[in-house]
């Protein structure tokens, strides 16, 4: 019973495609992440939801959007994929925003590797 | 602009040695750090964290240490073991900087010999 899963687990796709990302956590958190991690390893965050709101969104592509149906889903669509947006792409989740707090750290899926094509 | 900067990409140690890992960050604003393990395939996972008011906090076999005046922490693991090899993460937050979102260090490989 995965606490925070993720799927696909790998995506190949070609240029000008569009493609989702499907996130969910059994936690019972109220706030959920997307996290892309660059070819130079950094974890940079995407978004966050809290309760299905979107309280960051980070400046990223207008490609990208998330879309929270509820507390438990967070998914990641992407539009017209370019070769850059290859990366791994980590779901997180957390008791209460923020997520730096001793008591509620991030729990994080196992990750997406995208490769555009 | 790298903020939380860690200089090793890799470090080796001995099993039942301490392994060191070192994180440096620039903005002095950040109060709150973390580390997080992270295995080949997987997320990372919370390991330990510290807040500006301590130099110092430990969990078992792990330690981190912080040196607000030279900008700098340290963990420390006493003694290693072979399942401690893994990417090791150095985060840091602050709430007006950052909406307390997590600033995110590259990583350095620790690997464990046996």
């Known amino acids: 019973d995965t606490a925070v899963s993720q799927t696909p687990k790998y995506l190949v796709t070609q240029m000008g495609n569009d493609k989702s990302i499907k996130c969910e956590q059994n936690l019972g958190h109220d706030t959920m992440y997307w996290y892309k991690q660059d070819s130079k390893k950094f974890l940079k965050i995407m978004f966050s939801y809290n309760n299905k709101e979107l309280i960051i969104n980070e400046t990223v592509p207008n490609r990208f959007s998330p879309k929270s149906p509820d507390k438990a889903h967070l998914n990641l669509h992407i539009n017209s994929l370019e070769l850059g947006d290859s990366a791994v792409y980590f779901c997180?989740?957390?008791?209460?925003?923020?997520?730096?707090?001793?008591?509620?750290?991030?729990?994080f899926g196992n990750g997406t590797r995208l490769t555009v094509t | 602009d790298q903020q939380v900067k860690q200089n090793s990409p890799s470090l080796s140690v001995q099993e039942g040695r301490i392994s060191i890992l070192n994180c440096d960050y620039t903005n002095s604003m950040f109060d709150y750090f973390l580390w997080y393990k992270k295995y080949p395939a997987e997320g990372p996972t919370f390991l330990i964290s510290?807040?500006?008011i301590k130099d110092k906090n430990e969990d078992g076999r792990f330690t981190v240490f912080l040196n607000k005046s030279a900008k700098h922490l340290s963990l420390h693991i006493v003694p290693s073991q072979p399942g401690d090899s893994a990417v090791y993460f150095c985060?840091?937050?602050?709430?007006?900087?950052?909406?307390?979102?997590?600033?995110w260090g590259a990583g350095t490989k620790l690997i464990i010999k046996p």
């Open positions: 510290i807040s500006s």
């Open positions: 985060a840091a937050s602050h709430l007006h900087y950052s909406n307390y979102q997590l600033i």
């Open positions: 997180a989740s957390s008791q209460v925003g923020p997520p730096s707090s001793y008591n509620s750290p991030l729990h």
